[in-house]
């Protein structure tokens, strides 16, 4: 589940933080084991040449002391374009497909 948390600022840009669940994702070695493999996973898609370079950030859960296999990520977007936002979301959902594609090989 998603729990959404928009930071007002003096600024153009709109900041978004999202405190996501995906205990219930499948495990993908490489992919989905660890909230940590799981944030280099996002990392390679949300720069790649798809989806070019977002502005998306996620920080596994264990950052904030939850285990690691629990698979919680803080989700963050600041940029000036309520687009962009809608991009960075696309690509969450993007890894999901691929690792619920794969889960299923």
């Not at 840009?13 to 205990?23: G, K, R, S």
């Not at 798809?50 to 989700?75: C, K, N, Q, Y």
Request: proline share 5%.
């Amino acid at each position: 589940g998603f729990e959404w948390c928009c930071i007002p600022n003096n600024t153009r840009h709109t900041t978004v933080a999202v405190w996501c669940d995906f205990a219930s994702l499948p495990r993908v070695p490489g992919k989905s084991e660890t909230d940590l493999e799981f944030v280099s996973f996002l990392k390679s898609l949300h720069s790649d040449a798809t989806t070019g370079l977002i502005g998306l950030a996620a920080v596994p859960g264990s950052a904030f002391e939850v285990r690691p296999s629990d698979m919680h990520l803080r989700l963050s977007c600041a940029r000036e374009e309520l687009s962009d936002l809608e991009t960075a979301m696309g690509v969450v959902e993007r890894a999901v497909c691929i690792i619920c594609t794969e889960s299923r090989v």
